[in-house]
């Protein structure tokens, strides 16, 4: 078993930042690819970010590309994610997950949730 607690949501004006942890607990975390989701009211849950055991491999989606990055501390059993120049279509609950079979982009792929976290980025 894997528990994960995100942390560090908030509200923030469009433009803004926000950094987003995840800190796990239980099985051994530097095993598992991390990836981050989230979900929007009325819309299904869509991936955000992933990063591989190592920190070595980074993806995201297309939507926050060069305004979201992805780093993990494995020694603190902790993943961030930094999102900059926020705009108002980020606002979501924002969800990390734990993976231990090498998906990346599906939510089928990963083992593991947090309860999510609640960012709203105002106009």
Do not use: H
């Not at 009325?42 to 955000?48: I, L």
């Not at 990063?51 to 590309?65: E, H």
């Amino acid at each position: 078993q894997v528990q994960l607690v995100e942390s560090g949501g908030g509200l923030v004006q469009a433009g803004g930042s926000l950094r987003l942890s995840c800190a796990a607990s239980g099985r051994t975390f530097s095993n598992y690819g991390m990836g981050w989701f989230r979900q929007a009211p009325g819309k299904e849950r869509e991936f955000v970010a992933a990063i591989s055991w190592s920190g070595g491999s980074t993806y995201f989606a297309d939507s926050v590309k060069g305004r979201f990055t992805i780093s993990r501390d494995n020694a603190k059993n902790t993943v961030y994610l930094q999102m900059s120049s926020l705009k108002p279509e980020d606002t979501a609950v924002y969800f990390c997950a734990a993976d231990l079979r090498g998906g990346i982009y599906s939510t089928q792929d990963y083992d593991y949730w947090g309860q999510g976290t609640q960012v709203t980025v105002s106009s």
